[in-house]
């Protein structure tokens, strides 16, 4: 059969040989024997932690606003993880989360006017609302004239006083 492959037996490195300042026939440097150190040594010491009663509040007052900021109803927590095998329970404990979601009702005056909520209307709700509305224009022109009517009949009793 044919070799197949690369290099038909010929040894040959990945990068150049040159590249790296081996030339033909140098032999490789000597390989370490023991593990590199886990923490290599720092030439600059760090800076001492501020400390004092300054320090404290800003801390406090960071832990207070982390604290604040995860009971919101805008935090979401990441899911847990499934288990590989699916419990009788895990579905009564998946409820628990969309059920705070539920509770969170948000301050719509905070939103623009295209994001608002708005509640439905049905067929039926907004004819009931054109009816209504022409209903009160009737209602606006009847009192016009009945309005005109009174005008007219005072002017004829006053012009059959005078005469």
């Known amino acids: 059969m044919a070799a197949r492959g690369r ?4 040894r040959m490195m990945s990068f150049s ?3 790296v300042g081996i030339s033909r026939g140098d032999s490789f440097p000597p390989s370490m024997q023991q593990p590199t150190p886990a923490f290599p040594a720092m030439e600059q010491k760090p800076l001492p932690l501020a400390g004092g009663e300054e320090a404290e509040y800003l801390l406090a007052l960071k832990q207070e606003f982390r604290g604040a900021m995860r009971s919101l109803p805008y935090f979401i927590q990441p899911v847990a993880a499934h288990r590989d095998v699916e419990r009788y329970s895990d579905k009564y404990h998946s409820g ?4 705070r979601l539920l509770d969170w009702t948000p301050d719509w005056s905070r939103f623009p006017k295209e994001l608002r909520a708005r509640k ?3 067929a039926g709700s907004s004819f ?3 009816v209504e509305s022409q209903q009160k224009k009737k209602r606006v022109r009847d009192k016009q004239e009945v309005m005109l009517k ?4 005072k002017q004829t009793m006053v012009n059959s006083k005078h005469e």
């Open 7 to 10: 290099g038909r037996g010929r």
């Open 17 to 19: 040989v040159d590249a």
């Open 96 to 99: 628990e989360q969309t059920e």
């Open 120 to 122: 439905k209307q049905t």
């Open 128 to 130: 009931i609302v054109r």
């Open 150 to 153: 009174l005008q007219v009949k």
